[in-house]
């Protein structure tokens, strides 16, 4: 088949097509390589490629399972056994891993095929993706313009067509920020309900590891494909193909707020998006209430920065004991972590146990918010993407802005709660996606997929295509 032809299947369209001989999984990972070498010069989205080993995996390939030798990405922010891994600093540039995490392990047993690392901002530390290690990536509905972060390289990669699908990971908005930006759709799953990311088998507070992807049911079939066995029977099992549909016509009752944590309003566009999607949400017959923001972003972001910078300490220290230089000669880390990371060396004593105790309480909050509630829609930004040069990681890190632009995010990361951004608009003045973000309580992961399909079928977008994709050039 020819390549613009392939471009009309998602992830499982691609496993039938392998199923039934029409393509190969060898020709698919050429049709793949091709697209990068064709399209990443501009992009900057695939910082590590690993062709040989993709072969290998190939010749072991399962037909029967979901993703039958589909080409797939991995954020450089997890383990691929014999790949680098960098976490986007030139201070881990000669780490290769020694194994893969259990998560990817579970994504490569379902038939996936691990083409390469996408980019992220070092030690996923922004929200837009850009390191000194390998630049900026771009956005492919806008070469002037920012992929969002930290899973960017993962955003662009879907949104230009290199994959269908593409892994990231999510530790305070950073599925939902690239894929707002970038037209696609990121899913944060709840914290636990899938196969860990870590090599040690943890379960980060904030952390989780799932995918971006152009439609909801290869989302869903990879959420199914990397469940957590170790916890047991999970919560409101469903078989795979019920995934496919929603699960459930009952209506839901949608909380909308509009402000910040902050009380900031939203620009203009992301405005008249959410409210179009409050319409949408109506017409389908769910139930949405305007309500005022239920958390104050002082507390939230206190919370997060103490519990985020906690695992940061020492690190300057370590690098520059290794290098023998102080940090800002190293040129080990760049000037946004370095700022970053020195406000944890002056944390107070048992600063990471008091933040928990108030984790706790925010959990308590949004536990009986969601209550009155099944599901939350908030902006995933309130702004458009930022210019591809406004945002640095050469530049001061920018506590302010950096919170502004994660809004509500982090809220589900720490109650540990599934949330989504779905593309359902494009502004009408500049031509650029904005995500609805969709949020609810932890463990209702099946709720948000089977709004996910309703809005989808009612508002589809995997036919748009951005300007720089495979679509087009």
């Known amino acids: 088949m020819l390549d613009h032809q392939l471009l009309d299947h998602d992830a499982l369209g691609l496993s039938d097509l392998v199923r039934s001989g029409e393509v190969t999984p060898e020709e698919l990972l050429a049709v793949t390589v091709g697209r990068v070498e064709r399209l ?105 313009l920012s992929a969002g972060g930290s899973s960017g390289g993962a955003a662009a990669a879907v949104a230009a067509g290199y994959t269908p699908i593409a892994h990231g990971t999510d530790g305070g908005g950073s599925n939902r920020i690239p894929a707002s930006w970038c037209g696609v759709f990121g899913m944060k799953p709840s914290r636990k309900r899938l196969a860990s990311g870590e090599l040690d088998g943890s379960h980060p507070v904030f952390k989780t590891h799932l995918a971006l992807s152009r439609t909801v049911r290869d989302n869903a079939a990879l959420f199914l494909s990397t469940q957590n066995t ?66 104050a972003g002082e507390e939230l972001f206190s919370m997060y920065t103490r519990i985020f910078l906690s695992r940061t300490t020492g690190l300057i220290e370590m690098i520059e004991k290794a290098s023998g230089l102080p940090i800002e000669e190293s040129g080990l880390l760049t000037r946004c ?31 009986k918010f969601f209550t009155n ?33 994660m809004g509500s995010l982090p809220i589900a990361n720490a109650i540990g709660g599934p949330a989504m951004s779905v593309p359902l608009w494009w502004d009408k003045n500049t031509d650029l996606p904005i995500g609805s973000h969709f949020s609810t309580k932890p463990g209702a992961d099946e709720t948000l997929y089977a709004l996910a399909f309703q809005l989808e079928a009612a508002q589809p977008w995997a036919d748009r295509w951005a300007p720089t994709s495979a679509k087009h050039l």
């Open 40 to 144: 990443d010069g501009m992009l900057k989205a695939v910082i590590t490629s690993c062709p040989e080993r993709a072969l290998n995996h190939i010749k072991q390939k399962n037909p029967s399972t979901p993703f039958a030798g589909i080409p797939t990405f991995l954020k450089d922010l997890v383990d691929l056994e014999g790949v680098r891994r960098t976490d986007g600093s030139r201070s881990m540039m000669n780490n290769i891993s020694a194994g893969s995490a259990a998560w990817v392990t579970a994504a490569e047993a379902a038939g996936l095929v691990m083409a390469g690392k996408t980019n992220t901002p070092e030690f996923a530390s922004m929200t837009v993706t850009d390191n000194e290690a390998f630049g900026t990536t771009l956005n492919p509905w806008d070469l002037n």
């Open 373 to 405: 509630h099944d599901v939350w829609l908030t902006p995933v930004t309130p702004h458009l993407p930022t210019t591809s040069t406004d945002w640095l990681s050469s530049h001061p890190f920018d506590e302010q802005r950096t919170q502004r632009s």
């Open 230 to 295: 170790s916890q047991g029977p999970q919560k409101n099992p469903y078989p795979l193909l019920d995934a496919f549909t929603p699960i459930s016509n009952q209506p839901l009752r949608i909380a909308f707020t509009l402000e910040g944590p902050f009380g900031d309003q939203p620009d203009p566009a992301i405005r008249t998006a959410l409210e179009d999607t409050v319409r949408l949400c109506e017409s389908l017959g769910h139930q949405v209430t305007l309500v005022k923001h239920p958390v």
């Open 337 to 367: 972590t370095i700022d970053f990371v020195r406000r944890g060396n002056v944390l107070p004593p048992g600063a990471a146990e008091t933040a928990e105790a108030d984790r706790l309480i925010l959990e308590a909050t949004m536990a």
